[in-house]
């Protein structure tokens, strides 16, 4: 069964760090896009991240110069470095994945079950 393993997060103080890491098991041809959104209180859910296969990156204005994101092809993950942390950055963090597999067919959105980030101002 393909799925999305999320791990990392938690608390931190504002001004800390955290990261945030996502592993994709199962049956996978290939994988794309992958990224990392957010739901934040009272908001819908939001882009933070997403590396392409070839590493090309996009990141939420919110979060330029303090978010950086990797991924490991190989492995199958995904990391989101988060630096320079505020309140606003509280929120449930998703992974996502473009997976192409039998199971699912071509290149089907993935997510995964969340991670919360609170950071205590």
């Known amino acids: 069964q393909v799925q999305l393993v999320e791990s990392g997060g938690g608390l931190a103080q504002a001004g800390g760090s955290l990261s945030v890491a996502c592993a994709a098991s199962g049956s996978i041809f290939r994988i794309d896009d992958m990224g990392w959104y957010r739901r934040s209180p009272g908001k819908q859910r939001e882009l933070v991240a997403v590396i392409s296969r070839g590493g090309s990156t996009t990141f939420a204005e919110a979060v330029k110069g303090r978010f950086t994101v990797s991924r490991d092809n190989g492995k199958k993950t995904v990391t989101l470095q988060m630096n320079s942390l505020n309140a606003e950055d509280t929120g449930v963090y998703y992974c996502?994945?473009?997976?192409?597999?039998?199971?699912?067919?071509?290149?089907?959105?993935?997510w995964g079950q969340g991670t919360l980030v609170t950071v205590s101002s």
């Open positions: 996502n994945a473009v997976i192409t597999a039998q199971e699912l067919g071509y290149n089907v959105p993935v």
